[in-house]
């Protein structure tokens, strides 16, 4: 492979760039990595806001030293065997290697402004966020426990939809996570569903649209198919602004907009109503 | 009587067709004609346990959408009495790739939905290929409130290759009225009998199938995603929908060994759409089996049970134990 050689050099300098620089999606900015995320990775120009990892996310919305997680040793199986050009479970020790997660999802409970709450974060770096087992069980434990420990459920959304590697049995976590979110609700605790960018497929299909209170970040894409799919179906272009967040809450599909610095002040204050 | 072959079918289109014939314009008396009769009879029979008894999952996935398969309103038809269909989600519009209704089966009064497909170019674009907007979702839910209100059993019947995705569909809510589904169906005192009779396509299939009991029909399926889509996801090559058929572990018999479904029904060989009415019959004594069994579980019992049927549902490992420390 002559030719990769003899880019390797240029190669190795887009990397350094890559791991000092950003370029935003919206407006193209090359943004200094530090200060974007002192700006909780929310474009400085236009305020696009940048996917982050479960981690980040826990660290801006939980109060300090809070949050206990877990389940955190639940780990992904291969239970139908699934292999395309690759295996399964080949693409499965990749995500684990590349985001130090044993899967998408991750669960435990902390506070928020001094509220107790089961706090839930897709990872959209593992395999999309997508749901699969793992997911599924997570949810259905952590809404269990809420109702064991008489506090509320705050669920963050970035997923691509059903895990297609683990067939059938990531449609059925459909059906898991909104069967106990009926028992949490039966209880009358309060379930917010937070929806990044994106989040589509059978996670707003499920959990994702069944908030007492549903807010979602500036600009997320947010829908049912994905809008390649429609596109592709109806043969016209899409109308402006499409499935984005600002778009649903024209439609009357979810409650607020809420920006990322903004997040942790409203959802403590929600809480707070709920729960006094 | 068959009017469409599919490719691995072809080789019995000439026997059948010399058979029907033959069985329609041939004198009935001469010897000659009983003789070969009786010899395509053989063949064929030979000939349909050789094609049927090893079907790939590709080929289920044909069979499961054939043209002239029966379809929700036809084993309503069959199955069921004093049907009355009812229209509309009272909110925006009618759906007519959702069917629902009230009805009898076997003397008891029932609520049975539906997804509907259509048969001809015109039916099926009236249909929207059973391809449900949201409205179609609501109406099943308010069809189906009906029967926890009046405590009347619900019968579902899947077959859709998913839910619609189109813009208006996602303006009104196609997420929200299928999560919505899922949540109250979870909630309905009364026994819910699932069966997928034909496609089961995705989260649009499964807005109306959270039942106590889950069943298939022998040729149907039921996948996370259409083959298709998979393959055009994953392989980059939407062709390879017969690879992907295989991976997702779609049929009925993979879907029971999986634990996700309580029975395969079995149809008459070659399919229910050689014969409706045996596939019929099949699926309404399973049917009024499972119905029979449920009528008396007490109602927090059956809630309870249905939770658990699905809470168990999904696989994984977990080493270390809970490691919520403190
Ligand atoms: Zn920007």
Known sequence: ?276 | MVRHYLDFERPLMELEREYEELQRFAPRDDPRVQTRLKKLQRRLAKLRQDIYSQLTPWQRTQLSRHIDRPHTLDYIQLVFEDFIELHGDRRFMDDPAMVGGIARLDGETVIVVGHQKGRDVKEMSFRNFGMPHPEGYRKALRIMELGARFKKPIITMIDTPGAYPGVGAEERGQSEAIAHNLREMATFPVPIVVVVIGEGGSGGALAIGVGDRILMMENAIYSVISPEGCAAILWRDGTKGPLAAEALKLTAMDLLKLGVIDEVIPEPLGGAHRDWQGAASNFKEAVLRHLGELRDVPEQRLLLERYHRFRRIGAFTQEWGDDLAG
Request: hydrophobic share 40%; charged share 25%; aromatic share 8%.
């Open chain 1, 1 to 276: 492979m002559a030719w990769f050689k003899k880019r390797e050099p240029a190669a190795q300098e887009v990397k350094a760039v890559d791991a000092l620089w950003s370029k935003c999606n919206v407006c193209n900015e090359i943004i200094y990595k530090k200060e974007l995320e002192r700006n909780l990775n929310v474009c400085p120009k236009c305020g696009y806001h940048f996917p982050i990892s479960a981690q980040k996310r826990i660290a801006i919305v939980a109060d300090d030293g809070s949050f206990r997680e877990l389940d955190r040793d639940l780990a992904p199986v291969d239970p139908i065997h699934f292999r395309d050009t690759k295996r399964y479970l080949e693409r499965l020790k990749e995500a684990q290697k590349k985001t130090g997660l044993k899967d998408a999802f991750i669960t435990g409970k902390g506070n928020i402004q001094g509220s107790p709450v089961m706090i839930g974060v897709f990872d959209f770096s593992f395999l999309g966020g997508s749901l699969g087992s793992v997911v599924g069980e997570k949810i259905a434990r952590m809404v269990e426990k809420a109702m064991e420990e008489r506090v509320g459920v705050i669920i963050f959304s970035s997923s691509g939809g059903a895990r297609m590697q683990e067939g059938i049995l990531s449609l059925m976590q459909m059906a898991k996570t909104t069967a106990a979110l009926s028992l949490l609700r039966r209880e009358r605790l309060p379930y917010i569903s937070v929806l990044t960018d994106p989040t589509t497929g059978g996670v707003t299909a499920s959990f994702g649209m069944l908030g007492d209170v549903i807010m979602a970040e500036p600009g997320a894409l947010i829908g049912f198919a994905g809008p390649r799919v429609i596109k592709e179906t109806i043969k016209t272009d899409l109308p402006p602004g499409f499935q984005r967040a600002e778009y649903l809450l024209k439609h009357g599909m979810i409650d607020l907009i809420v920006e990322r610095r903004k997040l942790k002040g409203v959802l403590g204050r929600l809480l707070g109503l709920f729960y006094h």
